[in-house]
């Protein structure tokens, strides 16, 4: 059974620069498109970023468009989320889950709905962007 497991989160100031990983176990991360998820203070979980199984295939939030990149290494079994120019809206716990193909901004939303209706979220890894 596929696990993934977050990490990479930290305290920064606005501008600076982060990069999340998301390790899988238990199954290969071969066949799954991915996504990355974060939920702020007092909010739902929003869709940020999701990448295809093939990693061809990639789509961002609007919020985060231009300053985010997902990309993978199935051969480490990780999905990578670069996350530039950091501002204090980006703040969150961000969360990978793994979803079908294919990877639009739909499919996360619909992924992020039945994850908290349905199912339930990892642990996550928090991010905090404050001067």
């Known amino acids: 059974q596929l696990q993934l497991v977050e990490s990479g989160g930290a305290l920064v100031q606005p501008g600076e620069s982060l990069r999340l990983s998301c390790a899988a176990s238990?199954?290969?991360?071969?066949?799954?498109?991915i996504g990355w998820f974060r939920q702020a203070p007092g909010k739902e979980y929003e869709g940020v970023s999701c990448?295809?199984?093939?990693?061809?295939?990639?789509s961002y939030a609007d919020s985060v468009k231009g300053r985010f990149t997902i990309s993978r290494d199935n051969a480490k079994n990780t999905v990578y989320l670069q996350s530039n120019s950091l501002k204090p809206e980006d703040t969150g716990v961000y969360y990978c889950?793994?979803?079908?193909?294919?990877?639009?901004?739909?499919?996360?939303?619909?992924?992020?709905?039945?994850?908290?209706?349905?199912?339930?979220w990892g642990q996550g890894t928090q991010v905090t962007v404050s001067s």
């Open positions: 889950a793994a979803l079908l193909d294919p990877c639009n901004i739909e499919a996360l939303r619909n992924t992020a709905r039945t994850i908290t209706e349905f199912g339930s």
């Open positions: 238990g199954s290969s991360l071969d066949h799954y498109a």
């Open positions: 990448i295809s199984s093939s990693g061809a295939a990639t």
